[in-house]
């Protein structure tokens, strides 16, 4: 369930940055390319912080 979430808001985040380059390309209004800028770095930050819980998960030996 969580992957195919992942891959949902990776799949939205593209068409959200790809729309506002889209946006900037059509209009040369720079509020659209800071918009991309700005999904773009939180996303990034979002799949870094999801990828090293992961990988926490497989490093560290829990016990039960």
């Known amino acids: 369930v969580v992957m195919w979430l992942m891959r ?3 799949v939205l985040t593209l068409i959200a940055v790809g729309g506002g380059v889209a946006a900037y390309l059509l ?6 390319i800071q918009f991309s800028w700005r999904v773009f770095r939180y996303s990034l ?5 999801f990828f090293a819980l992961l990988i926490l998960e497989r490093v ?3 016990p039960l």
């Open 27 to 32: 209009t040369q209004n720079p509020k659209y």
């Open 45 to 49: 930050i979002v799949a870094l912080l």
């Open 8 to 10: 949902l808001l990776a």
């Open 60 to 62: 560290a030996v829990i």
